[in-house]
């Protein structure tokens, strides 16, 4: 099993430029970590809390304890207690969703300062005494162009334990004025009273409007109160409430359990099987866009609820199912939100506070189902709205994908976006007959189609979305490094490249995928002798040697042996670069 706290928290984007050794920090240096308990002492018999506070170097980050690729190993803590100790519950922070400009995947990561707790306990057995605890905190550095080794930080905390007669008080370690200011400006508000935090959070749902997070909504909404336009305007109006308090519902169990659960909620909506089951159900959305089949309530609830309240029911029902659609969309301001309920853990207030957001969220969906319920009695409506409700299921195809797409290798999401474009382009466009609507409508459908061919062509041939980056056309064979063979090249006169590479290093992959990949630099690899030093396991006894050796500090790092059987010290470089700067390296190192 591969071990990785890796070096995939990079942040800012590769850059072509490489790292000199020299200016790398030891990987101790880049987090600072410190450990206190909740009380000045403890007495037999109660419960108290371990907090572990990590500050990360500027231009530093680490994984969360919730990566969000399985080959990622968290960022984690261990308590070696002494007897009558025990740990119950650890609560790691949620990281921060970052995009790397050469990653494939939103990075869940710590940078600046993060907070470790555990609830802990010591028993009534327990005597007067002084007693050490030791905590090990494991993580892995990265920047943007490398990773460093993995640190496993011990940390020694010593505890005093007093008699039952004793007056203790609270320590403070862990209540910190950066770690409150903090969460108020992930919200965007303090402490002006609870009125304000409640209208600030109504007009924050109000925004994410703006957001991709609501886009699936949109073409449902629409198509469901498209076919409820029979009745009142008022029966209109109850449908559409029914429908936002669906939603609410769905946010403020959200709300509730974030508060539960101290905000871990967060990054569990992360989780590949729950991001897999939202574009499920928007893949089953936009199937009955094309009327493969009929939403509707079961058959059992209709019977039950009785005629007259079916569609209040079905548009409560319908209200909830896209709740949870849209509920893994969690942007900063809803991350946020979640990590200031959980430190309240006040399930009350989380409850009110995440209603009051899908409130602000739902309003304007209301009046677009009000809106929507009008448009059957425009004249001619039927046509054109079959073709728009097919266009709206084409959306929903592409938004299935976007909620997959950090879970999917880019190649395949850009792939399957080129895909639906082409196929809305040419069935919409051209396919779909659509009878006695007019020049200008046939005229606009092509228009449509010819867009969307046009969207299907750059995807194709932008640089690293689809079949650019899946189909590599040579590779560099790289042998096993060999003390052995590296002596036979420098007595052949034959020059060496050496690739330190790791599993668990994302800048690793990318110099294989883009820039080992290109034809020139394979055509001229030819040249030398290339050997490959696996440090993915690099506690063996062969790897520290060799890593000490050519004295490599973080992955990937590429040298370049001579004719002569030295080290060219000035070609070696550390991170990702370029193909285009990896030949001109190659060029000064291959005899004239």
């Known amino acids: 099993m591969r071990r990785t706290v ?43 809390e371990f907090v572990i506070v990590g500050r990360v170097k500027e231009g530093w980050h680490i994984n969360s304890n919730t990566p969000t690729d399985e080959m990622f190993v968290p960022t984690s803590v261990e308590f070696h207690l002494p007897e009558h100790f025990e740990v119950k519950k650890v609560t790691y922070p949620p990281g921060i969703f970052r995009k790397l400009s050469f990653s494939e995947k939103k990075l869940s990561v710590y940078e600046d300062e993060f907070i470790i707790r555990a609830n802990a306990s010591l028993d ?57 200011e903090n969460s108020s400006k992930t919200l965007g508000f303090g402490s002006k009273g609870l009125g304000l935090t409640f209208l600030f959070i109504f007009f924050g749902g109000l925004a994410l409007n703006l957001t991709p997070c609501v886009y699936p909504m949109i073409p449902v909404t629409i198509s469901y109160f498209g076919g409820q336009s029979h009745g009142s305007h008022r029966r209109l109006f109850m449908l559409a409430v029914a ?57 059992r609830m209709n019977s039950f609820a009785g005629s007259p309240k079916v569609g209040i029911l079905g548009s409560l029902f319908m209200g909830l ?68 409700k097919k266009v709206l299921g084409f959306m929903l195809f592409g938004m299935a994908l976007y909620f997959l797409r950090t879970i999917l290798p880019g190649s395949v999401y850009w792939t399957g976006m080129a895909v639906i474009s082409l196929a809305a382009g040419v069935y919409l466009g051209w396919l779909d007959r659509i009878k006695g609507m007019g020049k200008p409508f046939s005229v606009f459908r092509k228009i449509f189609g010819v867009a969307c061919v046009a969207l299907f062509l750059w995807l194709v041939v ?13 590779r560099v064979e790289w042998l096993a490094y060999s003390d052995v063979v590296v002596k036979k090249a420098a007595h052949d006169g034959v020059p060496v490249i050496v690739d330190f590479t790791a ?90």
């Open 462 to 474: 932008a640089p690293g979305h689809t079949f650019v980056s899946i189909r590599p056309t040579a």
């Open 503 to 592: 599993d668990w290093c994302i800048p690793c992959e990318e110099l294989e995928e883009k820039t080992f990949s290109d034809p020139r630099v394979v055509g001229k690899m030819s040249r030398f002798l290339t050997v490959r030093v696996d440090l993915t396991k690099g506690s063996s006894d062969h790897a520290k040697e060799l890593r000490g050796r050519y004295r490599v500090a973080g992955v990937p790092t590429v040298v370049f042996i001579g004719v002569e059987g030295k080290e060219l010290p000035e070609l070696r470089f550390v991170g990702f670069i370029r193909p285009d700067s990896l030949l001109g390296l190659m060029d000064k190192a291959i005899p004239k």
């Open 321 to 388: 199912t896209l709740g949870i659609v849209i509920a893994p969309c969690v942007g900063p301001f809803v991350l946020g939100l979640l990590t200031y309920v959980g430190k309240q853990s006040n399930p009350l207030l989380g409850f009110w506070m995440f209603f009051t957001l899908a409130i602000g969220m739902g309003l304007p969906l209301v009046f677009l189902a009000l809106v929507s319920g009008n448009i059957g009695k425009l004249p001619r409506s039927g046509e054109w709205m079959v073709w728009v």
């Open 124 to 180: 009534n057995s327990a005597t007067p005494s002084e007693q050490d605890v030791e905590v090990v905190l494991t993580y892995q550095a990265c920047n943007d162009q490398l990773c460093l080794e993995p640190v496993y930080r011990k940390l020694i905390l010593p505890l005093s334990i007093v008699g039952p007669d004793v007056s203790i008080g609270e320590s403070g370690f862990g209540v910190f004025e950066g770690e409150q």
């Open 6 to 48: 890796l070096a995939l928290i990079i942040l800012l984007g590769v850059s072509s430029s490489a790292f000199s050794i020299d200016e790398l920090p030891a990987p101790e240096d880049i987090v600072g970590a410190s450990c206190g308990i909740s009380y000045n002492a403890l007495r037999p018999g109660m419960d108290f």
């Open 243 to 299: 429908y936002l308090i669906g939603i609410a519902i769905t946010y403020s169990i959200l709300g509730l359990i974030a508060a539960l659960t101290g905000s871990l909620i967060g990054a569990a909506m992360q989780n590949p099987i729950v991001l897999s089951f939202v574009a499920l159900v928007l893949i089953a959305l936009a199937l009955s866009m094309f009327d493969v089949y009929t939403l509707k309530m079961p058959a």
